[in-house]
């Protein structure tokens, strides 16, 4: 396995109440305080009982952390272990992400962005398939709500397909000891391949990836997002496409993921 170096964080919140935990929820912050609540009220309503949740600001300057930081005083209660990260400078999704499955203490991580929601169900649904099926990672189908309706990840895992184009999203479930074998999430030219980057890794290590046939996360769609602002831009584009060839030689992208 590889060692999965993370940036230098503060720890600005801690409770733990038990280590009964099979899953944590990682939730990475960076300028959402209008929405992240909104994201950790669908945590606070999993119907799984045991179940910790670590947050990772990814140095936020719109007080994001501070709006989290109220949120876990006043429901720390629900959660085996929760944890609010922030790091001292910003350093990307991908340190993000990685920050949050090294923070964690439990076999299973569920990576959730501040801007999307699980319904109550999900988390469950997905530890139990995992368990059931020895898998290295579990994805749901997404309902995709905000500016625009309709759903996503509805194709089944295939590594074959995977080689021209993502469509899965980072909304998943994924083992803690898969997440260290392939070294974890990848910093590239620019924020929003880091789940393709990770997909791939895993197809080319042999690692299995399942769908739960059902829709239980909510992707939230918006024009002003990180993927057409700055990750959809040609110049963006074109860095990435060259930087996934070279780590992936077998990669034949077309247009890019979605």
Not at 4 to 29: D, M, N, Y
Not at 119 to 127: N, S
Not at 170 to 180: C, D, F, P, V
Request: proline share 4%; hydrophobic share 40%; glycine share 6%.
């Amino acid at each position: 396995m590889l060692d999965i170096p993370v940036a230098p964080a503060r720890v600005l919140f801690e409770s733990i109440r038990h280590r009964r935990s099979q899953v944590t929820v990682t939730v990475t912050l960076y300028n959402y305080r209008e929405v992240v609540t909104e994201a950790l009220k669908t945590v606070l309503a999993q119907d799984l009982q045991d179940l910790d949740l670590v947050i990772v600001d990814d140095y936020s300057n719109d007080g994001g952390e501070e709006r989290v930081l109220d949120w876990l005083h006043a429901h720390k209660e629900r959660f085996g272990r929760s944890l609010l990260l922030r790091h001292t400078e910003r350093q990307g999704l991908a340190a993000a992400r990685n920050q949050g499955f090294a923070s964690a203490a439990t076999p299973y991580v569920f990576v959730l962005d501040a801007d999307n929601q699980l319904y109550p169900r999900c988390v469950t649904v997905c530890l139990t398939t995992a368990q059931a099926n020895s898998a290295d990672a579990v994805y749901t189908i997404l309902e995709v709500f905000g500016e625009s309706e309709g759903v996503l990840g509805t194709d089944l895992w295939d590594p074959t397909a995977l080689q021209t184009g993502n469509y899965i999203d980072a909304m998943a479930l994924i083992s803690r000891g898969a997440w260290k074998q392939v070294g974890g999430y990848r910093r590239m030219p620019a924020n929003g391949w880091e789940d393709y980057d990770l997909w791939l890794k895993f197809a080319e290590a042999g690692l299995d990836a399942l769908r739960v046939p059902e829709i239980l996360c909510r992707y939230r769609k918006r024009e002003a997002s990180m993927l057409r602002s700055v990750t959809n831009q040609p110049e963006t584009m074109k860095a990435l496409q060259e930087d996934m060839r070279l780590h992936h030689p077998a990669v034949q992208l077309r247009l890019g993921p979605s």
